[in-house]
């Protein structure tokens, strides 16, 4: 695996999670349960995300949450949260009366009765300041995220910004005008139409799919807008803009466009094959297997999606069982043995894994 890959996540009292850690492999799957968790872990590797992108977003539009205490775990907020990975760490708490900073591989407390920044700063700002200060250069530090929650994150792949997760959530009826970055923003793609057009391989796909209808895609770039038409007479069109065209077709588009448009990323889906028609599932397994650069991590609801991974690479994909006991998230990583197992029920891979929680 590339070297800003995980392989070992450990997080500690987020939401339902008291302490769980697990193996990374390229493709990462969690199965379980409705309300047993799999959200929550990828929720907690949404915060380590650029911090650059994710704090121009709501912090909700990436975890859900209604109250900031909702984020500790049983709603304690003494229970501070830690995400940690082979090259990054993400702290949340209340505590104003900590810095963090990195030395000698070692991550390192220093008691500090003020904040080393006084209010949010770009990362080239932050890394800046941080070197002037301690002279290392692969460490971001991030101010607290609001009055309340204080979030702090240390990674040592600032240059190259490689070793963040990039969390894609799809949501219907955004405005996909922004020209910022060659590849898909988080968390809901806000220049998807621009990444469209800068590559061909996905044009070709999404008017694929409208040809299917007989119907044509369209680029404005003076507007930067796609639209499907149709068209009724020898002079006559109808136009059909993207939020009218069916959901199952507007995902396809928007998780192709997060795979295609990133490169040595780490991509957080959490169930991408919602509402999606079955052989565009296949499509999309399939394409996660192909982004040989890319790291993966799933949550799934869906057999089409999961027997296809597991049975086309298991060298690359672990399969995470994901439970609930005592009020607390569990998670089970099953053998190669075990995965064949579960691979001869088939369709009914979903009601065979209870003996594994």
Not at 22 to 34: D, L, M, Q, T
Not at 55 to 62: E, P
Not at 252 to 273: D, G, K, T
Not at 288 to 309: D, V
Request: with cysteine; glycine share 2%.
């Amino acid at each position: 695996m590339s070297e800003h890959f995980f392989s070992k996540v450990e997080i500690k009292n987020f939401k339902s999670i008291e302490y769980i850690e697990f193996e990374c492999k390229r493709i990462n799957v969690f199965i379980g349960k409705p309300n047993v968790g799999k959200s929550c872990i990828i929720e907690a590797l949404s915060l380590l995300a650029n911090p650059d992108l994710l704090f121009q977003q709501d912090l909700k539009s990436v975890i859900n949450f209604e109250d900031n205490s909702n984020l500790f775990h049983n709603n304690i907020n003494r229970n501070n949260i830690s995400i940690r990975t082979d090259n990054s760490i993400a702290l949340m708490n209340y505590d104003k009366n900590y810095n963090f900073l990195k030395s000698n591989n070692k991550l390192l407390l220093e008691p500090s009765n003020h904040y080393l920044f006084d209010d949010f700063k770009s990362i080239n700002e932050i890394f800046n300041q941080f070197k002037q200060k301690y002279g290392n250069p692969d460490l971001v530090l991030l101010n607290p995220y609001n009055s309340d929650i204080h979030y702090y994150q240390i990674t040592e792949h600032l240059n190259d910004f490689s070793g963040f997760t990039k969390p894609y959530k799809f949501k219907a009826n955004i405005n996909y005008l922004s020209k910022d970055n060659l590849s898909l923003l988080i968390p809901n793609g806000n220049n998807l139409f621009w990444i469209l057009s800068q590559y061909e391989d996905l044009q070709n796909e999404f008017a694929e799919i409208l040809g299917e209808y007989n119907l044509d895609l369209v680029y404005d770039p003076s507007k930067n807008l796609y639209f499907s038409q149709k068209k009724l007479q020898k002079y006559n069109v109808s136009q059909i803009p993207f939020s009218m065209l069916a959901d199952t077709i507007q995902r396809i588009i928007f998780y192709s466009a997060a795979i295609e448009s990133n490169n040595n990323s780490i991509l957080l889906f959490e169930e991408p094959e919602v509402n999606s028609f079955p052989p565009y599932i296949q499509e999309l397994s399939n394409k996660i297997l192909l982004s040989k650069t890319n790291q993966f991590f799933i949550t799934t609801h869906s057999p089409y999606l999961l027997t296809t991974l597991l049975e086309s690479s298991t060298n690359e994909v672990i399969l995470n069982i994901v439970g609930y006991k005592d009020g607390k998230t569990t998670i089970y990583q099953t053998s190669s043995d075990e995965i064949s197992e579960l691979l001869s029920y088939d369709s009914d891979i979903f009601l065979n894994i209870d003996r594994y929680i």
